[in-house]
């Protein structure tokens, strides 16, 4: 469609210009000069319908490329899944880096569709928020519940924050894969000047805009005034009784424009720069605008900001978006030369311009902030309309009869096939559990399964489980520990610092409780040491004001004894509850069955791995 009329706008070109030939050579110029009129109305007609046209394929392929990212985000499908943002994790976090949140392949790349930096920054930072807070993610929960089934506004909200209005079927533009940064433009609309000693924020903005509107009025004044005196002293001149006293008050008009070019060309390159973002940004607001909130209240309550029907955010964007388009027909020199010495042009759009900011400055920040946090709330919306069998857990303070419980609970990064789901529960805090099983087992898997689970109910989401229920812990992780030859840090060494770490928050007066992962914990040292360390560091984590869970290959650590002060003499373990996973060798390789079971491991499989593979090891293992 989009090449007929491309043709169809060439042959209006040439039988046009054919037609205005045969009229002028037959009929004169008037006849001539209406052929032209009407091949330029018609040449007009096809470039504005080519231009919608190209418009709705764009539209269409970013409809259709959405569509194919969210089968591909329901199937894992991580070559196919746009990173929109690529956050690097960092190594210092309690537990991001451990529990793969942040990454290539990581939990936030899964849900993160987000077509603002800002919005994806936001949900990252819910998903690795040290501190929960519980009134917080039962708001998140309220607002995602609401948003899950909305998917067509979901899917319009996205490709509005995507489409590109004035490129819209170039090549390339608008792709879900490029991720803008709209902080930019939010600077831009509420910007306020470095304050004043005597002046608080607020009342700086305003003395400042207000100082420099001052100064753009009087300008403004006198480029009106040289351009009536040179257009009456121009005519003058064309009556016959004035010489050309017009070309030095031109000149003069034209060098003051000079003198004030450089001053304004910094700010309107810049509003020039934003003028795709202010297009964006218009379509997505809006939409926000005109949505109909029936029977949705946290929603509504959330979109408030754009309800005031006294200051409709599209209109005072409209408004910024006419100033700078008409400001950006002076990158034609000759155009903007004409312009501002015919019409106070540059005076007239910086002092409007002016006007239209400090307008929109105070309420800019409060758009954006709804905008940026409704692009998180969409993305674990999506992902619960994506897996309708994962379920809103409950988070109390007071976490019901167990800290923590959780039914079929399994790892979202797992695809289906090859997912198995457990059942698991922390009976209370000051409790430990040590998982034992052999190599490929799935014992790191599951304290990720865990730990990513809690990080997706915190955030406000849903969890990969039938049923799920905690306490709003803090978290924190030793398993993706590394050395760092800069630093001139060994793998140990930078493993006792992270388990230091961990220990001083879990003894750190917080009203939170801590829940911890450990992953094979002294690795770096010999058999001895490790056992030694390692059982009386267990024993300095238990009956403190959190709970945890440790992967270890050691099955000594799995046969300590440790009783909590309060508990019964019955019941010795109470503080220290031992699990494991199962493998065996089933024609000629290892099979596993990932399922958790009670009690400490009764079989290991290195020396069977190494056997399979060809090592030279002996029969006599046991």
């Known amino acids: 469609m989009s090449d007929r009329y491309s043709w169809l706008r060439l042959a209006i070109v040439l039988l046009s210009a054919v037609a205005t030939g045969l009229c002028y050579y037959f009929l004169g110029v008037w006849p001539a000069g209406l052929c032209a ?40 499908d991580w070559e196919m899944i746009p990173i929109g943002v690529a956050f690097r994790s960092q190594p210092e976090h309690p537990f991001e880096s451990d529990l793969d949140l942040v990454g290539p392949r990581s939990l936030h790349v899964l849900l993160d569709r987000a077509a603002s930096y800002e919005g994806s920054l936001c949900l990252k930072e819910w ?13 998140r929960q309220q607002l995602v519940r609401e948003l899950a089934p909305m998917h067509n506004f979901r899917d319009k909200l996205l490709l509005n924050a995507h489409r590109e209005p004035r ?25 306020a000047p470095e304050d004043d000693d005597r002046l608080d924020a607020a009342e700086s903005r305003r003395f400042r805009h207000w100082a420099g509107m001052a100064a753009q009025r009087d300008w403004l004044l006198i ?53 795709a973002a202010l297009g964006r940004l218009g379509a997505v607001f809006e939409q926000l605008e005109s949505f109909s909130y029936d029977n949705k209240p946290h929603l509504r309550d959330l979109c408030r900001p754009f309800l005031d029907a006294q200051h409709r955010p599209s209109r005072y964007l409209s408004r910024l978006t006419l100033l700078v388009a008409g400001m950006s027909l002076r990158q034609n020199p000759l155009l903007g030369l004409a312009l501002n010495l015919l019409l106070p042009w540059d005076a007239y759009l910086t002092y409007r311009l002016s006007r239209a900011r400090l307008a929109i400055s105070e309420r800019a920040g409060d758009w954006m902030q709804a905008w940026f946090e409704l692009e998180a709330l969409s993305s674990l919306a999506t992902f619960a309309y994506l897996n309708p069998d994962y379920a809103f857990p409950e988070v109390r303070e007071d976490g019901g009869q167990d800290a923590f419980k959780a039914q079929a609970l399994g790892h979202p990064l797992i695809p289906d096939e090859q997912k198995v789901c457990n059942d698991f529960t922390i009976p209370h805090l000051g409790w430990v559990g040590v998982i034992t099983g052999s190599n490929m ?3 790191s898997v599951f304290l990720k399964t865990v730990g990513a689970n809690l990080a997706l109910a915190y955030a406000g989401g849903p969890v990969n489980a039938r049923q799920m229920h905690t306490l709003p812990f803090r978290l924190f992780a030793s398993m993706e520990v590394s050395d760092s030859v800069t630093d001139g840090i060994s793998y140990f060494y930078a493993e006792v610092r992270r388990l230091k770490a961990l220990l001083a928050e879990l003894e750190a ?41 440790i992967a270890t290959h050691d099955l000594q650590l799995a046969s300590l004894r440790v009783r909590l002060a309060d508990a019964p003499e019955e019941s010795p373990s109470a503080a220290l509850v031992n699990y494991h996973f199962r493998d065996h060798v089933e024609n000629g390789r290892m099979v596993f069955d990932y399922v958790l079971h009670p009690g400490p491991s009764p079989t290991t499989n290195a020396l069977k791995i190494m056997r399979l593979e060809g090592l030279p090891v002996p029969e006599s293992d046991g």
């Open 509 to 549: 007066r917080d009203p939170l409780p801590l829940l911890f992962f450990i992953d094979e914990i002294f690795r770096g040292t010999n058999n001895r040491e490790r056992l030694i360390g390692s059982q009386a560091y267990v024993r300095a984590l238990i009956g403190k004001h959190g709970a945890g869970l």
């Open 37 to 76: 009129g009407l091949g330029l109305l018609a040449f007009g007609a096809a470039v504005y319908a080519h231009r919608r046209v190209e418009r709705a394929m764009a539209c269409h392929r970013l409809w259709m490329e959405n569509k194919t990212t969210q089968i591909a985000r329901a199937t894992l």
């Open 223 to 275: 480029f009106t005034g040289l351009a009536a005196l040179n257009a009456s002293l121009f005519a003058a001149y064309l009556l016959g009784p004035l010489p050309p006293v017009w070309e030095l008050t031109a000149l003069l008009t034209l060098g003051l424009w000079w003198f004030r070019a450089r001053t304004t060309a910094t700010a309107w390159n810049e509003a020039l720069s934003l003028q």
């Open 441 to 443: 087992a799935g014992k």
């Open 167 to 191: 490129r819209m079927g170039d090549a390339g533009s608008g792709s879900l894969r490029h991720t803008w940064k709209a902080g930019a433009l939010a600077e831009w609309l509420s910007r």
């Open 127 to 139: 998903l690795t928020a040290a501190c929960p807070d519980p009134e917080q993610i039962q708001r």
